[in-house]
């Protein structure tokens, strides 16, 4: 299974490094930000020349998944019926400072992860944790010193066909893919987790979730 095209939503700093990721990697790449689409020119041209500009609406059309790449406090603005039938990469952190929405918020504090919960709110679309732990500048290093390095990449999902999508994606890009057996699991990944930013290969990071928790 490999990946030809993949859409991202949101068009900062995370998703303008997967695009060019993603890009130099034959992938691809449709990108949409809050701008319509012939606004992005410029940004673009700057942050992801290779990547084609598309208005949010459109985001999930003729993509194998979309990368939500948006800070969680605009979630709200996105149109979930657009996003419906089509995979998503929850690559979004929860920062403590970031006002949420209030079904985010609310679903936290009835003991959801973040993803679980934005997966109960795009209930339409499938969902997968995976690239929110590793940050902008290391998702962009240089391919050949990343495939030096093999760090580990993990993905939660609940569908072992989705994470497995995923899991090519994360190749790739020049990563090692470790799935975890579920989205609830993602909260290792989560800014409170043992994994978040922390630079590992595939044996030291899944000694850390545990192996139990490792497919
Ligand atoms: N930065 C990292 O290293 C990193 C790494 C992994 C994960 N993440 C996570 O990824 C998320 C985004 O982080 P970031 O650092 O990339 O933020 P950022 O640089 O502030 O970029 C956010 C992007 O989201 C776009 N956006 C906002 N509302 C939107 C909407 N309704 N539809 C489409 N696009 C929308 C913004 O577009 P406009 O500019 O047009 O408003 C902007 O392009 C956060 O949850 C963060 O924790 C970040």
Known sequence: MSIDKIGILGAGRAGTALARAAASGGIHVTIAGSRPARLMKYHLAQYAPQAIAVDAADIAKDVQLVALMVPQEDLDDIDSESL???LLIDATNRWNDEPLPHWLQSAIDRGLSSSEAIAEHFSQSRMAKA???????DLDADRASKSAARRALGIAADSPQDAALVASLVCQLGFTPVQLPDLAAGQALEPTGQIFNEVLGAE?????????NQV
């Open 84 to 86: 419906a039938g089509s």
């Open 131 to 137: 690239l929110n732990h590793i940050s902008h500048w």
């Open 204 to 212: 030291e990071f899944i000694r850390r979730i545990g192996s139990e």
